[in-house]
Each structure stands twice: as C-alpha cells, then as structure tokens.
C-alpha cells in the first residue's frame, strides 16, 4: 500500500447472500489528491465498491483502508464523504436540518455545524429552501442538498455515484466547477459515472470495471493508447467487449 | 463532561432526530393515542363502571387506568421505532447513519429514544387527563418507575427490531394488530385475570404483556395478579433478551448490510 494511498483495496471480494459474486480479488490504489473515475456497465461492481468503502455492505474477503485507516474505524468514516446515486434525503428534515443533523452524526460541534451548513447553502444555491422538507424540493435542488450533505463535514475522500445522473445541462455544468474547485483545493475525488464525456472531462485516472473485476486504469490518453481507440468511448467498447 | 459530549456528538444528534421527528408529528404520535385511550377510560370506566363496581376493593374506573397507560405506551413506542427505522431502510437515509463515526449501540440507542420519548409523553399526558375524571393513587413510585422502564426497554428494541427485519409496512402494521393489541387485552386491561376460570387464567400467565402490566398496575394501586417480584423480573428477562437481539442486528449488520 503506498503510503499517500487514499483509497487501497487489496483482495476485496463481495458475494451477496443469493451467490452473486459482485466483486472479486478487487485491488486499486487511489492517491491522495487524485480525481478518480470509475467505469462500467450496469453490474459491473461501482455501487458494491462503494458501499463496501462506506460501510453499506458487508465484504466478505480482503480489505480497505482510507488514507491508511481500516475502513471500519471511525476515524476512516469521518474522512469519507458519499453522495449516492439514489437521492435518500430524510423526508422529516428540512434543507438546513439534514446538513445540521449529518454534522451531528460526524461528531460536527453544533457552532461549526450552523456555520458550515449556511457555507453549503449558500455554495449549491438552497439558502431560499433552506426551510423545505427534502421531499418537496425539485429533482435538481435535490441533488444538490446530496452533494451539500456529503462535504458538509468536509471530507478528504468524497465519493460521487453517479452525481449528474438526470441533471439538466446547467445544473450539471454547476456541479462539474464545484467538484472541479473542490479538487483543487486538495480533496480526493473517486467519482463513478455513465458519462463517458464527463469522465474524460474530469478524471486524471479511469478504472474500468466489469463483472466485479478490474479491466484496465489509466488515465484518459493512456485508455485510447493501450485499447487503439480514437475515443475514451471506443476504449470503453473494446475493453468491455475483451 | 464536555469531552463527553464531544465523543457522543452523533449518538446525541440521532437521538434528537429521532425525539425531533415524534414532535414535528405530535397531532398523529402523542395527541391521536392519549384521546383514543381517554375515550376509553371515559367509555368503558365512567359508563361500565356504574355496573362493575369493585375489583380487588378498587373502583373500576380507577382500576383500568394503568392498563390503559401501560397499553398505549407500549403500543406506541413499538410503532414509533418500528415505523421510524422501517422508513429509514425503505428510503435508505439510513446510510447516511450507518456510514457516520458511530458505534453500533449509538445507532442502536438512538434510534430507540423517539418511541421512548414518545411514550413518556403519552403516559404523562394520559395520566393527566385520567386524573381530571378519577383519582388515582400512586402508591409505589419505585415499582412503577422500574415497570415503566422496563416496558419502554422491551417494546423500543421490539419495535426497532420488527423495523429490521419488515420488509413492508403491512408487517409493522401486522404486529401491532395481531401480536400486542390481542395480548394487552388479554393480559388484563379491563378485567383482573384471577376472575377468569381454568384453563384461562393459565394461559394468561404465558402471555408477557400481563406481567408487565401488573407490575405497572401494582405501582398505581398497590394491587397485582401476580407477585411484582414475578413481574419485574419476567419483563426483566424479556426486555434484556430484546436488547442483546437489537445490540447483535446492529453489531453484525444483519439485515442492515448486505
């Protein structure tokens, strides 16, 4: 494991109770600072992979460290931030209670909390929601109190699964600048998407997953080369096809 | 005390997520159940009181009090925990908990308080509306205090246990209706079970809830079908087995995780 590593998996194997081998003898390295995309069919293993990072699921062989911390520790869990692909608000809360309350439950002083929730309001533009329960928010505003409430506890790892899925063309522009800022500023991104554009776009290295396995990882230029494709979309194709 | 607080910050807001979400919904989780059990101490005490006079040299109005409170308590702090954790799974912001720095008993814990506290309103409120129609004694505050907290132990890790393992709400629903409702009546809440005849005042000593609620009824009037001993510990062995089923659930992911 290298020791900038914030993200190795060694071994990582994922059989659900029904059989399904998910993931299998998975290991990757992610360094710190990288912004890391992962590709792959539906099936493919990114939403088990992650789950398994945060704690979702349960692994049944190999192991996971986050900037060198087991992944069960609480002091790993607090550097993780997840944005899922389903958008699981808690209907109860408003907008500023599910940025207070996840504060709480990262252990967030409650001054700090007030003070960082008001910063991410004001970032993903919901200050005038701030009093609106999650389930009467538009599909867009939605989305962005996810993201909100995955760095809300400002995170070095922040995984996004599948951020932009069903987003308009604005939003997604939006939220593209902000992971972008978000990664100059030193954050680790690992980031799993359909988008093939958006991967080339924003990744500085692509693993490409299929059936729970790693195919390749490179970067963008690095795909096209080892797979003699013109496109990171052709890379895809004939690494899926292989 | 503040490091303390300092270490327990996610246990703490989970909790207050939980207590936040049986007030922001009083009319339906604390208002709904202390009019329906008042209607029955109006109902059957003050109207089928005037036929039954005494049980147990108590006047009947009086006696079925403490049933009623141990009744919607217990009810109410199974469906709270059983609802809220059931929701939580069905519209997954439980990861948002089980991915946080918290320990297995904190999640376990907090999400225990909201049936807790919304059972305490209901007693207390229930209580005091009783006590503007009838005049009931507490005469052992202790017992009463160790029966209460008992039931809130058993039915708060019950109800977050059905909450793990239901896969729909009709299971939720299906335990109230079919498991605690019929037991609570049974186990004595309008009648006392030593005026049953063989086999049925037996079989009522299988049935836990009546324990519990003697024990609670011993704590108001000073009168039990049972020896309180008996009761506390019987609801003692139960409540202790809820926990340690709730503690492994959490402790394993089972259920939780796949």
């Not at chain 1, 700090?112 to 867009?140: I, Q, T, Y």
């Not at chain 2, 896969?167 to 939720?172: E, P, R, V």
């Amino acid at each position: 494991m290298s020791p900038t590593a914030a993200l190795s998996l060694r071994g990582l194997t994922k059989r659900y109770d029904n059989g399904f081998l998910a993931l299998e003898e998975l290991a990757l390295d992610v360094p710190d600072g990288a912004f890391f995309g992962l590709l792959g069919p539906n099936g493919a293993g990114k939403t088990t992979l992650i789950s398994a990072i945060c704690n979702l699921i349960r692994v049944t062989e190999g192991e996971i460290s986050v900037f060198g911390h087991d992944h069960e520790t609480l002091g790993a869990r607090r550097l993780i931030g997840l944005a899922e692909q389903d958008v699981n608000l808690d209907r109860f809360l408003d907008v500023e209670e599910t940025l207070l309350y996840h504060g709480g439950y990262y252990g967030m002083e409650r001054a700090h909390a007030r003070h960082r929730a008001a910063e991410m309001m004001d970032v993903f533009d919901l200050r005038a929601k701030a009093h609106v329960r999650a389930p009467m928010l538009s599909g867009g505003m939605r989305r962005r109190l996810l993201l909100a409430r995955a760095l809300m506890h400002e995170p070095r790892l922040v995984i996004l699964d599948e951020p932009t899925a069903g987003v308009d063309f604005e939003l997604r522009m939006e939220l593209w600048a902000y992971i972008r800022r978000l990664h100059c500023e030193g954050t680790t991104i690992l980031l799993t998407t359909h988008y093939l554009e958006e991967a080339e776009e924003l990744c500085q290295e692509i693993a490409l997953l299929r059936g729970g396995r790693l195919l390749a990882r490179d970067s963008a230029p690095g795909l096209r080369s080892a797979f003699e494709a013109d496109s990171l979309a052709g890379a895809y194709v004939k690494a899926m096809a292989s | 005390m503040t490091e303390l607080v300092a270490r327990r910050r996610g246990l703490l807001a989970l909790s207050r997520r939980e207590a936040h979400r049986v007030l922001k919904l009083w009319t339906q989780t604390v208002a709904a159940p202390i009019l329906s059990s008042f209607l029955f101490i109006l109902v059957f005490g003050l109207s089928l009181g005037g036929r039954i006079k005494h049980i147990d040299g108590i006047d009947y109005d009086v006696f079925i009090v403490p049933g009623l409170i141990t009744m919607a308590m217990i009810q109410a702090t199974y469906a709270n925990n059983s609802a809220s954790v059931f929701q939580a799974r069905f519209d997954r912001y439980l990861n948002d908990v089980l991915a946080a720095p918290m320990r297995p008993w904190e999640i376990n814990l907090a999400l225990s308080i909201g049936g807790v506290v919304r059972a305490l309103l209901i007693g207390a409120g229930l209580l005091a509306c009783a006590l503007a129609v009838v005049d009931v004694p507490i005469q052992h505050p202790l017992a009463l205090t160790a029966a209460v907290a008992l039931a809130l132990v058993l039915f708060s890790s019950f109800g977050v246990i059905v909450g793990i393992y239901a896969s729909s709400w009709d299971h939720t629903a299906f335990v109230t209706n079919i498991v605690i409702l019929p037991l609570s009546f049974l186990g004595g809440v309008f009648y006392s079970v030593d005026t049953l005849p063989s086999p049925w005042h037996e079989i009522s000593h299988a049935n836990p809830i009546f324990y519990l609620l003697n024990a609670v009824r011993y704590g108001f009037l000073g009168t039990s079908d049972v020896s309180v001993g008996l009761s506390l510990a019987v609801s003692g062995v139960l409540a202790a087995a809820m926990v340690a089923w709730s503690s492994w659930l959490f402790r394993t992911g089972h259920r939780l995780k796949p």
